[in-house]
Nanobody, 126 residues
């Protein structure tokens, strides 16, 4: 069984920074991509950033471009999200998914991923 575990969430003031981490464990698996999604109360889960290991191409939602940076280590099934200049609208539970079923050109939909972590809460106070 593959497990993904997020950490690094917390309470931060607007303008502050946080670094989220996600590490995969369990049976040996190779992912083609990993990402970060978030879900705020009463809202749908939305993509924040994603990284495709082949070519290490990245995707960012418009709302976080210039403020967030995704990085990771494919060999360790790990992905990180450096978040800076946080705003209250960034408050949400952040989830880390992994895609293992094969390459995919589209990484912005939750259904494209196979495994998910339990999430970590990020709260930005004004």
């Amino acid at each position: 069984q593959v497990q993904l575990g997020e950490s690094g969430g917390g309470l931060v003031q607007a303008g502050g920074s946080l670094r989220l981490s996600c590490v995969g464990s369990g049976r040996t698996f190779s992912s083609y991509a990993m990402g970060w999604f978030r879900q705020a109360p009463g809202k749908e889960r939305e993509v924040v950033a994603a990284i495709r290991w082949s070519g290490r191409s990245t995707y960012y939602a418009d709302s976080v471009k210039g403020r967030f940076t995704i990085s990771g280590d494919n060999a360790k099934n790990s992905v990180y999200l450096q978040m800076s200049s946080l705003i209250p609208e960034d408050t949400a539970v952040y989830y880390c998914p992994a895609r293992v079923r094969g390459p995919d050109l589209v990484l912005t939909f939750a259904g494209r991923y196979d495994y998910w972590g339990q999430g970590t809460q990020v709260t930005v106070s004004s």
